[in-house]
């Protein structure tokens, strides 16, 4: 995520104030986990490398309960929120049809409630960088690099 619980927030923007934003997101159809970050290019490097350490640290269960607690919260509350608009109802039963699940946002949090760190750790097992882009002016000396 990119809120301010998420553990690349606190790294990479409030702990050591190299980007303005960073995200992480998953689509899950695609098998991508995608990572965007709103920084100055002097800082490209190091947060590329900030968020291949992190990923390697989720891997290796290197996380506290506190942090998977409060990442469930976050997840458990934005499903709990869906039935607080029509038209996120309705993406969210259009992504399930597309999922070939016939499951309401109950149950959905139930799910995420109770997984546990090994869950997680499993999670990011054989995530890899495959991609970095980089988009600045023309004249960057840095390129798109991949693996």
Same mark, same amino acid.
């Given at each position: ?6 553990r690349? &927030?606190? @790294?990479v923007r409030? =702990? ?10 998953? !689509?899950? =159809?695609k098998?991508?986990m %995608?990572?965007?970050?709103? %920084? !100055?290019e002097?800082a490209?490097?190091?947060? @590329?490398?900030?968020?291949? #350490? @992190? ?5 290796a269960?290197?996380f506290?309960? !506190? ?16 039935d !607080? ?8 039963? &259009?992504? #399930?049809?597309?999922d070939?699940? $016939? #499951?309401e ?8 409630? *109770? /997984? /546990? ?7 990011? /097992?054989? %995530?890899?960088? $495959?991609?970095?882009? %980089?988009?600045?002016?023309?004249s960057? *000396? =840095?390129t798109? /690099?991949?693996?």
């Amino acid at each position: 995520g990119g809120g301010p619980h998420a553990r690349l &927030f606190k @790294e990479v923007r409030e =702990r050591r104030s190299l980007a303005y934003s960073v995200h992480a997101e998953i !689509d899950h =159809r695609k098998g991508l986990m %995608l990572v965007s970050a709103g %920084l !100055d290019e002097a800082a490209a490097a190091t947060v @590329e490398g900030l968020v291949q #350490r @992190e990923i390697a640290a989720l891997s290796a269960g290197a996380f506290s309960s !506190d942090e998977l607690a409060t990442a469930k919260a976050g997840i458990v509350s934005s499903l709990h929120a869906i039935d !607080d608009s029509v038209a996120a109802r309705m993406s969210f039963t &259009f992504e #399930r049809l597309l999922d070939g699940l $016939d #499951r309401e946002p109950r149950e959905h949090a139930a799910v995420y409630a *109770a /997984t /546990t760190a090994d869950a997680v750790a499993r999670s990011v /097992t054989g %995530l890899w960088l $495959d991609h970095v882009y %980089l988009l600045a002016p023309a004249s960057s *000396a =840095r390129t798109a /690099t991949a693996p």
